[in-house]
């Protein structure tokens, strides 16, 4: 398995500021993401991060108002840029682990944003 | 990855077995059923995946049909704290990547 945090765990911002996010794992990992769950719905992929690579964005995410850093096998941070009141969202971090019986994918707890 | 369907809401008395079932009929020979949950806006937690036999764990078991078509997570004595949304995930097990997050099910225990 693998222990995630992410700081910060809440954050309440002004509209036009940026948020980063940061997650941090208790093992080395090849594979990390970056999922949005918007306020009743359920979570949507924003990016993969590998370590060494340029992160790969999904479908209606753009690396300009997400970037997202990969210095190194257990850390990641993602960035909300220029915020306005859509991006309010929780922002999870995960990982991928290997295991005999197939990977397994875990999650950090989470940050909650709230933009005013 | 296949697409799966899952009831969108259930209710269980506590200390009785749920029974949160998923249907996953293009699933493919290569493709894993995994279980998550997660608790009033935590991180999904994992439960427990399979590929083709039954498999159990301190938390749960997973019953996955002979054709594999469809799946059963079943946790045996439900209390006030199972109650969450369960999501059905089905992917490859190796390399897969991402994990493509349906609607699940909200599970609600009862007193």
């Known amino acids: 398995s693998a222990v995630i945090s992410q700081k910060p765990s809440r954050d309440i911002c002004q509209r036009g500021t940026s948020l980063t996010i940061q997650c941090q794992v208790d093992s080395q990992v090849t594979m990390m993401f970056w999922y949005r769950q918007q306020p009743g719905q359920s979570l949507t992929l924003i990016a993969t991060a590998n370590q060494g690579s340029e992160a790969t964005y999904e479908s209606g995410f753009v690396i300009d108002k997400f970037p997202i850093s990969r210095p190194n096998l257990t850390f990641s941070t993602l960035t909300v840029s220029n915020m306005s009141p859509e991006d309010s969202s929780i922002y999870l971090c995960?990982?991928?682990?290997?295991?005999?019986?197939?990977?397994?994918?875990?999650f950090g707890p989470g940050t909650r944003l709230t933009v005013l | 990855d296949a697409k799966t369907t899952q009831p969108p809401s259930m209710d269980c008395a506590e200390g009785r077995a749920a029974n949160l079932p998923c249907n996953h009929s293009?699933?493919?020979?290569?493709?894993?059923v995994y279980w998550y949950r997660q608790i009033h806006s935590q991180g999904p937690q994992y439960i427990i995946h399979?590929?083709?036999n039954n498999e159990t764990n301190e938390m749960a078991s997973l019953i996955i049909t002979e054709d594999r078509k469809s799946s059963t997570l079943i946790l045996p004595h439900a209390t006030l704290r199972d109650t969450a949304v369960y999501y059905c995930i089905v992917r490859v097990g190796t390399n897969a990547g991402k994990s493509t997050f349906g609607d699940g099910t909200t599970l609600t225990v009862k007193p």
């Open positions: 995960s990982v991928e682990v290997g295991g005999l019986r197939g990977d397994t994918q875990y």
């Open positions: 399979g590929l083709k």
């Open positions: 293009t699933i493919s020979g290569n493709e894993y």
